[in-house]
């Protein structure tokens, strides 16, 4: 939906309860926003920057079982829901209509009269599985209203469906499963132990379903569990030495054994096949020094389409079983892919793919003629994004001479001089900053011209397990360090103001950007952070239960005499008094991961010492603005504070 600001006219944004208020030439926030310290937001600035906020994205959901259409999910209005699009480039027809986001659609997969999916509230992340029939259009809840629900396999004949629940005490997933046309069979399979659990598919002859247990970024096991009883057998070796993970799993058309990746033997997610008598390892891609980010086995069993990462970028390859052999597989344009389904025809292979330059939108390839259709073609406001900028790969030595990279974005030519600098750090830690569409960003390099750069610093995924290990635990301050050596970088580049740097990152970032805040404060001009821990201690204390020890592998255990005396010495939090510069904190209300506390504690501390601070905090929202609404004041406040304090 197009909104246009006008002086004192009211704007109500479909699927919301709140509204937005332009009066006396500024924009004024919705009452579902907490706004503290931010100037009023002029309404010609809001108009100008509008175009940015109208970009759209459509990812695949799900094949239909018989007939060539599919399930996506995309924003006409405020959140994204459920469409069904039933040929190429056809209508994009909501089917759900809810305040807050949908997703993970999947049909019954014999006759597709029905699909699941799930959806939570405000952000809270305590997502329910629901029943959409296309008969009547009736919504029907299948879980049980208040716990979280996540993940969803279909037995291959249909009648079952399981999943991962937190309903027994709110800590540790349990494997559930029922038939979704009878929301009373719902039953607990399997009560385990630990957050980490999660459903990959059901075997062949229904009998089975494999299982993951994650214990953190570099650590995962894959099981093998009754369908009936619960009971589980280990499929992939414990105690081997160096710990290993397993990314995804599927099964094998005839039963005999399983496909994964992992990291067995190897710095890298190889592709793998795994014996189920023997439990032996064939690797599929011994040559491959890049991850394989994700693949999906064609329904006879005959063919693997996979993508690698390969600094930063996404290749599709195709693999033949039967010969195993790699298959010529077709050229896809540079970007990033995800998504990947197989339609039970076995030629159309559906996925998403995004550039710099393109949002994401869902495509198909039929892999025996190379052909690629494109399903959805999104709405950018109206700009021609052909011309966005390109990202541009850098590395830098760092303090213990590793080489750092990142992505850098060039303004314009229209921009002369040395150009102020947003350093944008990924969220994770065990991310990536790759070549996505930038969306908002794009207005930082085009109209304000600043050049943004994203950094992959230690503990980021792409280059191998060793390097996500380098920031565990007491090992954290390394990361901080990356950031000031690229500070350092910054200064010798001709075309950069290192006098002049803002830096912003969301989740982890969001702390990396307080730790940036606090210890190098004399080397930054402001800062932007997004649901960030503000101290890793009261973090692990308060995060909801059932994330709570796997974070606590990668940034140590706080019951720990020694761990927690290191966390709380490092903490902004414990350090505010070093924070001088004008710091913009954003969070949201509900947040599941980062709790809303992290944010108030800094907000309250830094602002004792005086340092000028801005809050922002929608109470309808989780980690992170997912509502479009919400999205928009927090770029309107986002770029008058850049105006006053980095560009000033």
């Known amino acids: 939906m197009k909104v246009f600001l006008k002086t004192t006219i009211l704007l109500l944004l479909a699927a919301s309860v709140s509204v937005v208020v332009a009066q006396d030439g500024v924009v004024a926030p919705a009452d579902n926003l907490v706004v503290e310290g931010i100037p009023k937001i002029p309404l010609t600035m809001a108009e100008e920057i509008n175009r940015y906020t109208e970009f759209r994205y459509a990812g695949l959901s799900n094949w239909h079982p018989t007939r060539r259409e599919m399930l996506i999910s995309t924003r006409f209005a405020n959140t994204s829901q459920i469409h069904l699009v039933k040929f190429p480039l056809g209508a994009r027809t909501q089917l759900t209509f809810f305040r807050d986001g949908t997703g993970g659609a999947s049909?019954?997969?014999i006759d597709g009269n029905y699909f699941v999916f799930s959806k939570g509230v405000g952000g809270n992340e305590n997502y329910q599985k629901y029943r959409y029939d296309f008969a009547t259009g009736a919504i029907t809840l299948l879980t049980d209203g208040k716990s979280r629900n996540t993940g969803g396999v279909w037995s291959n004949a249909g009648d079952l469906y399981a999943y991962e629940s937190t309903r027994r005490n709110g800590e540790d997933v349990d494997i559930w499963i029922l038939n979704p046309s009878d929301p009373k069979s719902d039953r607990m399979l399997a009560q385990l132990k630990g957050g980490g659990w999660g459903v990959y598919e059901f075997s062949p002859d229904n009998k089975n379903l494999l299982i993951a247990e994650g214990i953190s970024a570099n650590e995962s096991y894959v099981w093998l569990m009754d369908a009936a009883t619960g009971n589980k057998t280990l499929l992939t070796p414990k105690g081997e030495g160096e710990k290993i993970l397993y990314g995804t799993a599927q099964f094998s058309k005839d039963g005999k054994g399983v496909y994964v990746t992992?990291?067995?033997?190897?710095e890298f997610q190889r592709l793998a096949y795994v014996d189920l008598a023997t439990k032996q390892h064939t690797y599929l891609t011994p040559s491959l020094n890049w991850d394989v980010d994700s693949f999906a086995l064609s329904w006879d069993g005959r063919t693997i389409a996979f993508v690698t990462n390969e600094d930063g970028l996404s290749v599709l390859h195709l693999f033949d079983t039967v010969g195993r052999k790699e298959l010529p597989a077709p050229k896809l344009p540079a970007g990033v892919i995800g998504s990947l389904e197989w339609h039970k025809n076995n030629r159309d292979l559906g996925f998403g793919m995004e550039s710099a330059r393109a949002t994401y939108d869902t495509y198909s390839v039929d892999v025996t003629t190379g052909k690629i259709e494109r399903w959805t073609e999104s709405e950018t406001g109206g700009i021609n994004t052909k011309n966005f900028s390109l990202?541009?790969?850098?590395?830098?030595?760092?303090?213990?001479?590793?080489?750092?990279?990142g992505l850098y974005y060039k303004p314009p030519a229209k921009f002369s001089g040395k150009r102020p600098v947003i350093i944008d750090i990924h969220g994770g830690p065990e991310g990536q900053a790759r070549p996505w569409f930038q969306a908002e960003n794009n207005?930082?390099?085009?109209?304000?011209?600043?050049?943004?750069i994203q950094p992959n610093v230690r503990g980021s995924t792409g280059y191998g397990k060793t390097f996500v290990k380098l920031d565990n635990g007491f090992l954290r301050e390394g990361s901080y360090k990356d950031i000031a050596a690229l500070i350092d970088w910054i200064k010798t580049r001709p075309d950069l103001d290192a006098d002049r740097i803002m830096v912003t990152g969301g989740s982890y970032g969001g702390h990396m950007t307080l730790a940036i805040a606090t210890f190098y404060a004399d080397r930054i001009r402001c800062a932007l952070d997004i649901v960030g821990p503000s101290n890793l201690v009261t973090f692990l204390e308060n995060t909801s239960a059932y994330r709570r020890d796997l974070r606590r592998?990668?940034?140590?255990?706080?019951?720990?005499?020694?761990?927690r005396e290191f966390l709380n010495r490092i903490a902004p939090l414990n350090n505010a008094d070093k924070i001088v510069k004008p710091l913009f904190v954003v969070q949201g209300g509900n947040d599941p991961r980062v709790p809303l506390s992290e944010s108030q504690q800094i907000v309250r501390t830094v602002r004792q010492k005086g340092t000028p601070v801005w809050y922002l905090m929608a109470k309808d929202e989780g980690h992170g603005f997912a509502k479009k609404q919400n999205r928009d004041?927090?770029?309107y406040a986002t770029v008058l504070f850049i105006k006053e304090y980095l560009l000033n």
């Open 107 to 109: 049909y019954q997969p």
């Open 262 to 266: 992992t990291d067995r033997d190897s």
């Open 391 to 405: 990202p541009e790969v850098v590395r830098w030595k760092t303090f213990d001479d590793k080489m750092i990279s």
């Open 443 to 452: 207005y930082f390099v085009n109209e304000l011209g600043l050049a943004v």
């Open 553 to 563: 592998v990668e940034y140590g255990d706080e019951r720990d005499p020694k761990m």
């Open 633 to 635: 004041f927090q770029l």
